[in-house]
C-alpha cells in the first residue's frame, strides 16, 4: 500500500538532486565562462569574436539574462502568487532568447570553422527562438499546459551553451577526436540530444493521465 507514496518520494527526491546538480553546473560555466567575456576587449574575445563583437556581446548579455530568470518561471509559488511579477520576467526572458537567438544565427552564419559546424549553431538559434515565440503564443491564446511545455524546450536550449562546454571539456580532457571535429559534433549533440530528452518527458508525463 505505501509502494506508490515511496517511489513518488524518490521521484520527488531525484528530480531536487538533479535540478542542484544542474544549478552548480550552470553556475559554474556561467561565472567561469559568460562573465568574463562581460567584457568586451579584443584581449578578452580573441581574433575569431572581436570583429563580431556588436553581435557577441548582447548575445552573450541576453543570455545570461534568460539563464538568470528562466528557473524561476518554473517555480509554482512564485507563479501563483506573484503572477504580475511572473508575467514580466516572462516578457523579459522571451525578448532576451529571441534576441538572443537572432544574434546567435548571425554569429553562426559569420563563423569560418566549417558549415556543418555554423549550419548546427545557426539551427539552434532557429529552434530557441522559434521556441521562444511559440511560447509567448500559447500563453496569449490562453493554452496554460502548450505554454508550459514550450518554455520548457525553451529552457533547455537557453542551455545549450553549457551542454555544449560541459561535454566538449570531457571529450577533450580524454583527447578524442581534433578540435575541429569536437566543435562540429558539440553544434548539434548541444541542442538536438537535451531537447529529445525533453520532449521525452513532456510527452511521457501525458501518458499518466
Given amino acids: 500500500m505505501n509502494q506508490p507514496k515511496q517511489n513518488n518520494t524518490i521521484g520527488k527526491y531525484s528530480i531536487i538532486v538533479l535540478v542542484v546538480l544542474t ?8 561565472i ?3 562573465f568574463p567575456m562581460l567584457i568586451p576587449t579584443e584581449a578578452v574575445y580573441g581574433s575569431y569574436y572581436f570583429p563580431r563583437v556588436y553581435w557577441v556581446f548582447p548575445h552573450i ?25 511572473h508575467r514580466q520576467l516572462g516578457r523579459i526572458y522571451i525578448i532576451s532568447t529571441v534576441l538572443s537567438g537572432i544574434s546567435g544565427m548571425y554569429m553562426a552564419a559569420t563563423s569560418d570553422i566549417n558549415l556543418p559546424y ?19 503564443i500559447s500563453i496569449k491564446n490562453r493554452k496554460i499546459d502548450l505554454h508550459k511545455e514550450w518554455m520548457i524546450r525553451s529552457y ?42 525533453a520532449e521525452v518527458f513532456i510527452q511521457g508525463r501525458k501518458l499518466n493521465n
Fill in 32 to 34: 567561469s565562462r559568460a
Fill in 61 to 85: 548579455v541576453l543570455g545570461i539574462v534568460a539563464t538568470i530568470i528562466g528557473p524561476f518561471q518554473f517555480i509554482p509559488k512564485i507563479r501563483n502568487k506573484y503572477l504580475k511579477i
Fill in 118 to 136: 555554423a549550419v548546427g549553431l545557426f539551427m539552434l538559434g532557429v529552434a530557441w527562438s522559434t521556441s521562444s515565440i511559440m511560447a509567448f
Fill in 23 to 30: 544549478s552548480l553546473l550552470v553556475c559554474y560555466y556561467v
Fill in 156 to 197: 533547455v536550449l537557453t542551455l545549450a551553451f553549457v551542454t555544449f562546454r560541459f561535454i566538449y571539456d570531457i571529450i577533450r580532457s580524454f583527447d578524442i577526436g581534433t578540435w575541429e571535429e569536437v566543435q562540429v559534433l558539440m553544434s548539434w549533440a548541444c541542442w538536438a540530444i537535451p531537447l529529445f530528452i
